[in-house]
């Protein structure tokens, strides 16, 4: 398992320093990784990525500038040849298949084995779409999300909701769609509602699920 001579060129992506520590370390001990770096934003890593050549980037879904589907996306339009694996305690399978339709190459959860999260590494590399044991049992499973209710939405809301998942402010979307701030966050707050949600976080996850995103 990742026995070739290659040096692998992997970066991190997550909101939580303790995480980036853990993983920085592990890999450290093989021999055919390298950490190109870690990042706690998604827009510090595209930024790193415009001017590096990565192999392999572990990502997580939640992180505090951009929902992790919207990054997979900017990431591959970037760099098509970079792997993106989904590192994350989210287990929903809409969430899931979206990140596959957004371009990643295979969707682990953090609670993934040691040598198990190397073959899986392997596997992107290989061209494959991979997952995590667990992962493989949730897409194994009947899909009821076709069951759910989409809530309607006016072409104005998911011009919104998009500028929302891509991090964008509401003085920043007010500004792009020459709106009144008070009309984005009366949007905004009309979005929450539909989806029954009290943040930005769980309304872009609730749009993934959706796939609305």
Do not use: W
Request: aromatic letters at 4%; proline letters at 4%; hydrophobic letters at 45%.
């Amino acid at each position: 398992m990742l026995q070739d001579s290659t040096l692998i060129s992997l970066a991190i992506v997550d909101d939580h320093p303790v995480v980036l520590q853990g993983l920085e370390s592990f890999f450290r001990k093989e021999k055919h990784i390298s950490i190109a770096g870690t990042f706690t934003t998604g827009n510090d890593f595209l930024q790193f990525l415009s001017g590096h050549a990565v192999q392999v980037v572990l990502l997580d879904i939640t992180l505090p500038d951009i929902h992790g589907a919207e990054l997979c996306k900017k990431i591959k339009q970037l760099s098509p040849a970079t792997c993106v694996l989904a590192f994350s305690n989210h287990s929903e399978r809409p969430l899931i298949m979206q990140m596959l339709q957004n371009g990643a190459s295979g969707y682990l959860l953090k609670n993934v084995a040691s040598e198990e999260f190397l073959k899986c590494i392997e596997e992107a590399l290989d061209g494959q779409v991979t997952f995590s044991t667990e992962v493989k049992k949730i897409m194994a499973r009947p899909n009821t999300s076709a069951l759910k209710t989409i809530p309607p939405l006016t072409k104005r809301e998911k011009q919104i909701l998009q500028l929302i998942a891509e991090g964008k402010t509401n003085p920043e979307i007010a500004n792009q769609l020459s709106l009144s701030i008070l009309t984005i966050e009366t949007h905004r707050r009309n979005l929450m509602q539909k989806f029954a949600v009290k943040n930005a976080a769980a309304l872009i996850t609730e749009a993934v699920q959706h796939q609305l995103l």
